[in-house]
């Protein structure tokens, strides 16, 4: 990587600013802009944050250079906190009400918070009277009922993505001989199901590395409805709400085939 230095000239010129010109609006003089672009001076990081405000660069290429001369990124001040944009419960609802395909809201521990009726009816659940305990909408809770399993012809493969996040979440990492309380509560749920899927997830805990979920993934869902047929899904997840850790789990149909059974399943 460049030096600080030789970034912050190489962006003015980009921008065809003269040294003067960015003196100017940076409100230093000509000489310590001068000093700062031969690297023969280290502008204090409220001096180097006045250029870089003058020049007005993404947050991108602002960090980088902040980074290369020492400093930490300011992105916190540098408008509204990404952490209060997102969707409320409301606003959540509504967003998966408009989608054609499944839709719904999961919570950073895999707790549905929301979900559009499609979803509901490809599951086979009314969410306005059933698992209403939070516990109990973890999608690892339900995981080993044939209600539901029976129905994911790639189980092992949707079941350890839920391993993968449960193994290297970000506020610890869960162990089996160990879980966290609210863990241990969804492992109560979950070992309580059908022992065939017990001893396939136990298999999978063993084998499945831990993941570091992005703020854009992607897993693979095949599910057979009794009456539609088979479905496949490229289920992706975007986050929908930083402060409360909540994501959109958008299930899209891979083909023709998976959107004519879904077509099925929704005149049903």
Same mark, same amino acid.
């Given at each position: ?8 000239? !190489? ?6 600013? /003269?040294?003067?010109? +960015? ?5 230093? /003089? +000509?000489?310590? $802009? ?13 001096? &180097? ?7 007005? $660069? ?14 930490? +990124?300011? =992105? ?10 997102? *969707? ?29 009726? $499609?979803?509901?009816? $490809?599951?086979?659940?009314? &969410? ?14 339900? !995981? ?10 790639? =189980? ?18 869960? @162990? +089996?001989? !160990?879980? /966290? ?23 999978? =805990? ?12 992607? *897993? ?26 909540? @994501? ?9 085939? /998976? =959107?004519?059974?879904?077509?099925? &399943?929704?005149? @049903?």
């Amino acid at each position: 990587m460049a030096a600080w230095y030789e970034m912050l000239a !190489a962006a003015r010129t980009r921008l065809d600013l /003269s040294q003067a010109e +960015l003196a100017d609006r940076a409100a230093i /003089s +000509l000489h310590t $802009l001068k000093a700062y672009e031969q690297g023969r001076r280290h502008p204090s990081v409220q001096y &180097l944050r006045s250029v870089l405000d003058a020049l007005k $660069l993404d947050r991108t290429e602002r960090g980088q250079i902040l980074e290369a001369a020492g400093y930490a +990124l300011d =992105w916190q001040d540098l408008g509204p906190d990404p952490r209060d944009f997102g *969707y409320d419960a409301t606003g959540a609802q509504a967003e998966v009400d408009r989608a054609s395909y499944p839709c719904f809201v999961l919570s950073e521990f895999a707790e549905v918070i929301c979900a559009n009726q $499609l979803v509901q009816r $490809l599951w086979g659940v009314d &969410l306005r009277v059933e698992y209403t305990d939070v516990h109990d909408r973890n999608l690892l809770s339900v !995981a080993s009922n044939p209600r539901f399993a029976d129905r994911c012809e790639n =189980w092992d493969e949707a079941v350890g993505t839920l391993v993968a996040v449960f193994k290297g979440h970000h506020r610890g990492n869960e @162990a +089996l001989e !160990a879980p /966290s309380p609210y863990f241990k509560r969804v492992l109560e749920r979950f070992m309580a199901g059908d022992p065939r899927y017990v001893r396939r997830f136990l298999e999978l =805990w063993e084998k499945v590395p831990p993941a570091t979920m992005q703020l854009r993934w992607h *897993y693979r869902v095949v599910w057979r409805d009794p009456a539609a047929g088979r479905m496949e899904f490229d289920c992706l997840v975007t986050t929908c709400n930083v402060r409360d850790g909540w @994501a959109f789990d958008d299930w899209i149909p891979v083909d023709a085939p /998976s =959107w004519a059974a879904l077509e099925r &399943l929704r005149s @049903a």
